[in-house]
């Protein structure tokens, strides 16, 4: 099993930066590529960034790219978004993901991030 624990969400004004942060433990962190969703109020949850298992790859969802930079530290087993906080209509819960090559998913339970004008 793999437990995953978001941290670092919270008011953030329009126009300023964040970074939230996942920690994993139960197993080897460097063997499961990660994941960062967002759910916004009312809205099904989606796809915004994923970092290889190594770090050398990443992948943004096009709707939020050039917002988001993911990025890891298998050291510290700890996978990192940091988001550009445009506007209220960014707030949503973000969620870390982790996905072995076998297919094993885990999720974290997630951290508020609510963006105000």
């Known amino acids: 099993q793999v437990q995953l624990v978001e941290s670092g969400g919270g008011l953030v004004q329009a126009g300023g930066s964040l970074r939230i942060s996942c920690e994993a433990s139960g197993r080897t962190f460097s063997n499961y590529d990660m994941m960062w969703y967002r759910q916004a109020p009312g809205k099904e949850r989606e796809f915004v960034a994923q970092i290889s298992r190594n770090g050398a790859y990443t992948y943004y969802a096009a709707s939020g790219k050039g917002r988001f930079t993911i990025s890891r530290d298998n050291a510290k087993n700890t996978v990192y978004l940091k988001m550009i906080t445009q506007n209220p209509e960014n707030t949503a819960i973000y969620y870390c993901?982790?996905?072995?090559?076998?297919?094993?998913?885990?999720w974290g339970q997630g951290t508020q991030v609510t963006v105000s004008s």
């Open positions: 993901k982790a996905v072995s090559l076998s297919g094993e998913t885990y």
